[in-house]
């Protein structure tokens, strides 16, 4: 398993930008990893997967608004959000995923709280 700790989070006014990180325990090299966020009363949704050849894919809501992108050689993926707007605000998690298997490799951890308001 792979532990997984998200920084980052913070409230910040509508059309601001934040950059959350998710910091590894190990290698991520061969993980596609994923951020998912939960807004209060709604289900967890996958935001934007990055996988292990740096292709990306990205939830209709937030292309052209959020880059992921990772540092294999830091342990780390991070998730750069532009243009926030309110309907933003969520917890944000990360996960990691080995694709030769389907098999997740970390569960749900703390997340970090993305907060856009004026």
């Known amino acids: 398993q792979v532990q997984l700790v998200e920084s980052g989070g913070a409230l910040v006014q509508p059309g601001g930008s934040l950059r959350l990180s998710c910091a590894a325990s190990?290698?991520?090299?061969?993980?596609?990893m994923n951020w998912y966020r939960q807004a209060p009363g709604k289900q967890r949704e996958l935001v934007a997967t990055?996988?292990?050849?740096?292709?990306?894919q990205y939830v209709d809501s937030v292309k052209g608004r959020f880059t992921i992108s990772r540092d294999n050689a830091k342990d780390t993926v991070y998730l750069q959000m532009n243009s926030l707007a309110p309907e933003d605000t969520a917890v944000y998690y990360c996960?990691?995923?080995?694709?030769?298997?389907?098999?997740?490799?970390?569960?749900w951890g703390q997340g970090t709280q993305v907060t856009v308001s004026s």
């Open positions: 190990e290698s991520i090299g061969i993980y596609a």
């Open positions: 990055v996988f292990n050849d740096n292709t990306t």
């Open positions: 996960r990691a995923r080995d694709l030769r298997f389907g098999l997740w490799m970390s569960n």
